[in-house]
């Protein structure tokens, strides 16, 4: 062990101990130690207890430590806080400038356990009115966190597809005449992964090596291809093995085919989008001719769910519906957070009453778009929607979610869902298990009792669009088709950019094989407002 590695070690307990408030002096002594011994010339390693505490700043105690770490590989106190912070918390001490002080206030206050919550937190301006934090504290934090999404191991569909759209045009600036595309899981877009795959139409082994050195640095991995070969190639490589398969056994291989759209006109089928190759539904779409009837994103007539700055969001409603009609979109379903929601400033009675003033007075001046009155109603512990009835009835529809204390058994879980779902105020239920894609594990549901009581009582599934949601999973919107269930693509924008998650949202949705017809928000505004107005009278 490196006397780089033994500073870690005590830099860490420092930290560790500094998050749970323990002895101020201890915590310095044992932080002096990670900052002197990286420095120490002598291998620690090689040292007797004797010899380590001759060194100055060690003394008896951290000599002791020192040895007992450099011989087991383990050191008992460290190992002693480790198993009693969450693995996410000990993440987020790698987070520069904000210090163990602070984040167990955000531990303890916000209930952060991992670096995707707090990104999460950040997007939802949930630092700014904390204690010692504000804007620029959450904007540096914001700015971390998104370096280390780039330089993890697994990656969001979202977050790596600004870089693939790059290489792809880098390539085609440089190499006119070449063919080149994205491929396999990313083309496929599952909702996380490993990289991004490419394939691309060149034998020459010096231009593959120079595309290699130019990009080794990121998360790609290339193939390569006969440009005779590259769009049969393409699409093997863009579908699962079943869907290629079956396919191939209609063609002819050694034919020189122009486009993945020849592929499936010789094989007797219309066109099938990458995102549906994976043989569960996507020949059943083709029989019926429902394919050109799946949703996109031009269908999605109105913004369900966004906040604004009467509880999380950045900007004003005025700011956002203006934004929302200039993208062409015919309403906006504002849904700030309820009064529980107080990390998330939610709006007690008062502010309701202020806000629904102001959307009469918007609806004016904004006219033919229209607002729609609604929230983002906390699903309490008991089940029960975070308002009386008098309050809820106010509304023009209720979006009903959990956020809080999360870690409950399926038993919990369901008991809480099924009841708000049954509450006749609730028209839309919100991402349904509250993951966060390679952060937070949903807490545990039975999809099917939850999809089946939305069906008994007329309730709609939200499609969470947030690219660290895309919840309910898009496998689950076949069962919600079957039994009628409307899914609304919401993006739960908190600022105008994540106005534009509907794309994410849209791309899981079509992956699941949702149709427009099926689509809540690709109704029209007065198709919409007669569908809210039904569940509601």
């Known amino acids: 062990m490196t006397n780089k590695e033994i500073a870690q070690h005590f830099g860490l307990l420092a930290d560790l101990m500094e998050l749970h408030n323990e002895n101020p002096f201890k915590i310095k002594s044992y932080a002096f130690a990670a900052r002197h011994l990286k420095n120490i010339n002598p291998p620690l390693a090689e040292l007797s207890i004797a010899e380590l505490e001759e060194i100055e700043g060690v003394g008896k105690a951290i000599a002791e430590k020192i040895f007992q770490l450099t011989k087991t590989g383990k050191l008992?106190?460290?190992?002693?806080?480790?198993?009693?912070?969450?693995?996410?918390?000990?993440?987020?001490?790698?987070?520069?400038?904000?210090?163990?002080?602070?984040?167990?206030?955000?531990?303890?206050?916000?209930?952060?356990?991992?670096?995707?919550?707090?990104?999460?937190?950040?997007?939802?301006?949930?630092?700014?009115?904390?204690?010692?934090?504000?804007?620029?504290?959450?904007?540096?934090?914001?700015?971390?966190?998104?370096?280390?999404?780039?330089?993890?191991?697994?990656f969001l569909w979202a977050n790596l597809e600004e870089l693939a759209n790059e290489i792809v045009a880098e390539l085609q600036e440089q190499y006119p005449d070449m063919l080149v595309s994205t491929c396999g899981d990313f083309r496929r877009k599952f909702v996380t992964l490993e990289g991004i795959d490419f394939l691309i139409a060149e034998e020459d082994k010096a231009i593959q090596t120079a595309i290699f050195e130019k990009y080794k640095q990121y998360p790609v991995h290339f193939e390569y291809c006969s440009q005779h070969d590259f769009y049969l190639k393409l699409l093997e490589l863009s579908s699962d093995k079943e869907h290629y398969g079956f396919l191939s056994y209609k063609i002819d291989v050694a034919v020189k085919y122009t486009s993945e759209k020849a592929i499936y006109e010789a094989a007797g089928f219309p066109f099938i989008a990458p995102e549906l190759r994976d043989n569960k539904l996507e020949w059943k779409l083709a029989e019926n001719n429902q394919l050109n009837d799946l949703i996109e994103l031009k269908d999605i007539k109105g913004v369900v769910h966004s906040?604004?700055?009467?509880?999380?969001?950045?900007?004003?409603?005025?700011?956002?519906?203006?934004?929302?009609?200039?993208?062409?979109?015919?309403?906006?379903?504002?849904?700030?957070?309820?009064?529980?929601?107080?990390?998330?400033?939610?709006?007690?009675?008062?502010?309701?009453?202020?806000?629904?003033?102001?959307?009469?007075?918007?609806?004016?001046?904004?006219?033919?778009?229209?607002?729609?009155?609604?929230?983002?109603?906390?699903?309490?512990?008991?089940?029960?929607?975070?308002?009386?009835?008098?309050?809820?009835?106010?509304?023009?529809?209720?979006?009903?979610?959990?956020?809080?204390?999360?870690?409950?058994?399926?038993?919990?879980?369901?008991?809480?869902?099924?009841?708000?779902?049954?509450?006749?105020?609730?028209?839309?239920?919100g991402h349904m298990t509250g993951r966060l894609l390679l952060s937070r594990e949903g807490y545990p549901v039975d999809h099917k009792k939850i999809i089946d009581a939305c069906a008994a009582n007329d309730v709609c599934i939200e499609l969470n669009a947030n690219p660290y949601r895309l919840d309910i999973d898009y496998s689950w919107i076949g069962y919600c088709q079957?039994?009628?269930?409307?899914i609304s693509v919401n993006p739960d924008a908190h600022n105008l950019r994540g106005v534009h998650d509907i794309k994410y949202g849209v791309s899981a949705a079509r992956k699941g094989g949702l149709l427009k017809e099926n689509t809540l928000n690709s109704l029209t505004k007065d198709n919409f407002e007669r569908r809210i107005n039904n569940k509601n009278r």
């Open 76 to 154: 008992e106190l460290l190992e002693k806080y480790l198993n009693i912070t969450p693995l996410g918390v000990v993440d987020l001490l790698q987070l520069k400038g904000i210090g163990p002080k602070k984040i167990a206030q955000l531990w303890k206050e916000l209930d952060i356990e991992s670096i995707g919550e707090l990104e999460y937190a950040c997007n939802e301006n949930r630092l700014i009115e904390l204690k010692g934090f504000g804007t620029k504290t959450q904007a540096n934090i914001l700015e971390q966190i998104q370096f280390i999404n780039k330089n993890s191991n697994k």
């Open 307 to 429: 906040h604004s700055k009467y509880s999380d969001g950045a900007n004003t409603l005025k700011e956002l519906a203006t934004y929302c009609k200039e993208q062409g979109f015919e309403y906006l379903v504002i849904s700030d957070h309820s009064k529980s929601a107080f990390y998330a400033n939610g709006m007690k009675e008062e502010n309701i009453i202020a806000q629904h003033a102001e959307i009469e007075e918007l609806n004016k001046q904004l006219f033919p778009f229209k607002i729609f009155k609604s929230v983002e109603s906390d699903i309490l512990y008991d089940g029960q929607l975070d308002y009386t009835d008098d309050v809820l009835k106010t509304f023009d529809l209720v979006i009903a979610s959990v956020h809080s204390q999360l870690k409950m058994t399926e038993e919990k879980a369901m008991q809480r869902l099924i009841k708000a779902i049954e509450n006749p105020y609730t028209n839309i239920l």
């Open 482 to 486: 079957e039994k009628n269930v409307l």
